[in-house]
């Protein structure tokens, strides 16, 4: 008798597990139902809140955009002060070291009039120098201005003399006094000559 008695109890007690069971799978249908049904017609207040979306969106974009932009300016304009302070260093450096090598050529000059075996050991020394020097002026991109025979032209030469001769055509430069450098389009000294007519 009481274990007719406790299977009872306990069919009794599935039985209210059963129901419990069912009815919270309907009340999760209902709310799903009701959730559906909200979702199926957005509201005033969620419209509101996707158009403040998309603003949001859109203006965090337009700064995000202006951001980079002003980077990308910013490195192009301190990579051009860069090179430009580099250049500025370089003819700086050459310019202390012209009248250097201005030196140089009158010492070869004088040497190669001389007549002694050590003064011509002398001057190929100094030959071996001056070119070692003008090399290295020319990794650092400076050039010697060749104009001899050339037009004369006030942006690269400086005129200190003018001769009549009409063996020569008008205003051209017969001699080259002091060497004139150049580097890209920048002149670091100007050549100093002699020009004809």
Known sequence: MTKKKELESESNEQAIDKSEVQESVSLSKESEDSKDDQSAEPTQAEETEDVDLETQYEELNDRFLRLVA???????????EKNSLYND??????????????????????ADKLS????????????????????????????EMDCLGDRFDPQYQEAVAHIEDDSYGESEI????????????RVIRHCVVRVAN
């Open 89 to 110: 260093s370089v003819l700086d450096v050459c310019k202390a070291w012209l009248p250097v090598l201005d030196n140089l050529d009158r010492a070869i000059d004088a």
């Open 116 to 143: 002694s075996e050590e003064s011509k050991q002398m001057a190929e020394g100094m030959e071996m120098v001056r070119r070692q020097a003008q090399e290295t002026m020319a990794g650092l991109g400076v050039e």
């Open 174 to 185: 017969i001699e080259i006094l002091q060497k004139g450098y150049i580097k890209g389009d």
């Open 70 to 80: 002003e980077y990308d300016n910013f490195r192009k304009r301190t990579q051009k």
